[in-house]
């Protein structure tokens, strides 16, 4: 049997195979006689045991030497070629099922010497720390997951994994729910770590004590926040995929009481319809997610989805509408993230409707939100908002001055659909100057950046007829115009 030569497989093996009989370093050096030391360094993945060694460990986890040489190989072959951490189950596989095969190859994926070593160091401080919560789920299981996530917050991802797969107290429902709430928070800034979070929570979810229903339950929640993430992240079919999954899993467990959020799911999904621009889906969706919501936050938060819907369905008067209502509760809850979105989404449904002298004065307001959050995309869409409120005003060349400003941020972090809604809002007024040479410049610099970055087909074409009357120079303002409408359907 082949033998693996780097250290860190079979170190991610004996760690597992130990802490998954509940055994400390003492107990399993005693079985196999070697010294506590020599365990220790094999376990920091600093040396790999000799052949006779090998046979020794086996013996004592009660393994022929056979199978802790394919633990070790299939550590080594999971760390180069393993498939991105997170995704879904096929259709038909419940969660927690075949853990403990996928469970070495996860800690070889994670593993580093500091965080064995910390960790480690923590057992010996408090050897209950490694116990998984004991009863059923409970409200109160909450108050464990903020210390929880602390503890886990300073290490990297692969880490992350690790730990949780043998550290029993991580185990928690209550850390699942809270990671996929920071996913959400951090999405729309940083969708890397927001996958990161919700793969996290997945995780979790596969291995909380509780039975198989709890665990489907949980599993369909936390998927559609990887959903979630990875449609902000711009992997749309991904997106879909998991909220596929997400549902029957979710369905599956329905029979476990009601600790988790009902609308979160639909809620989730809304989004996804509407950028799929399946937007009566998104309507129902979110009318199932209001149906079940437990919290006004909840409902303010269905609200403000709702009014953005309608605002890509053209209704501007509906979502302002929707607006005003999810108001009162939005300043009850006094969250910055809801109230930015309020505010914000409200200045843009009133520029749409060339009421641009009724949004300036509530400016000042969201530039203050948009600074106590410190989101830069939030900063960038506040500045398309500026610029479209000065074009509104004729203030052109601040106008211009903005939209360019915010068609290069657009561009430079690959959100083509929004760089292409910029480039036309220029043309526009550039093209109400009369100034034909920036237009044909302009039109020159968007056809193959958008080209590369995947805009769809419709709204491509679209950009292909400015730019070819662009460069025939038969490109009115009424032209432009009309393509910038043709876009906003595409």
Known sequence: METSEDPRDFAAVIVFLRRLRGWAQADLAQAAGVSASSLCEY????????????????AALGLPLSALHVEAAHARGIRRLME???????????????????????AAEGLATSVVAAYLAELAADPGSDRPPAGPPAAEDRLQAPPL??????YAHGDR?????????FRSWALCELLCAESVKVAADQPGPAVELAELALRIARLVPGGKAWRSRLGGYAGGHLGNARRVSGDLPAADECFHTARRLWRAGAAVPALLDPSRLPDLEAS????????????????????????????????????KTLEELGDCEGAIATLRDAAPLVEKQADPHLLFALR?????NLCFLGRHAEAEPMLPEVRELAARLGNDLDSVRLRWLEGRIAAGLGRTEEALAALGEVREAFIARGIAYDAALVTLELAVLLADLGRTREVKRLARETAPIFKAQGVRREA???????????????????????????????
Do not use: M, Y
Request: proline letters at 5%; a positive charge.
């Open 43 to 58: 376990e920091l993945g600093k040396v790999a045991p000799s052949p006779r060694t090998r046979q020794r460990l086996a």
């Open 84 to 106: 991105p951490a997170g995704r879904l189950p096929a259709t038909g596989a419940e969660p927690g099922v075949g853990e403990s095969a996928a469970g070495a190859a996860l």
């Open 149 to 154: 996530w602390a503890r886990l917050s300073g």
């Open 161 to 169: 994994l690790f730990l949780v797969e043998v550290g029993g107290e």
């Open 272 to 307: 996804l319809r509407r950028e799929q621009r399946r937007q009566q889906e998104a309507l129902a969706l979110l009318q199932e997610a209001a149906a079940t919501c437990p919290t006004a936050e909840g409902v303010a938060r269905i609200l403000i989805n709702k009014a």
């Open 344 to 348: 914000f989404n409200l200045l843009v």
């Open 460 to 490: 491509l074409a679209t950009l292909k007829l400015f730019c070819q009357a662009a460069q025939k120079e038969t490109l009115t303002a009424a032209l432009a115009r009309k393509f910038l409408a043709d876009l906003r359907r595409a």
